[in-house]
């Protein structure tokens, strides 16, 4: 009965660790989710701004080359689009 107790010993050993290792990575796949959205959110707001500022600068320079336009039709000599900003230096 000695070895038939250590393999029940055992296989019970064995059964308590795998019980912890599942919670564990059920614990660690939560923990991943949760990091994932909140990420995911961050990009999102990243996201809405890069756009509102694209939006806010091709809105801008719409009007300064309306405004130029109309500026080259009362002075002949003058230069359409002297610069357009696109966000480099």
Known sequence: MG???WLKRASGKAEDTLDQTKKDISETAGKIQQTLD??????HTV???IIIALG???ITNVITIGLNIANHKTNKR???IEKLYLGAP
Do not use: D, L, P, Q
Not at 38 to 43: D, I, L, R, T, Y
């Open 78 to 80: 003058g230069i359409v």
């Open 47 to 49: 996201v809405e701004v």
């Open 38 to 43: 909140e990420s995911s959110k961050g990009v």
């Open 3 to 5: 070895i038939f107790g």
């Open 56 to 58: 806010v600068s091709i």
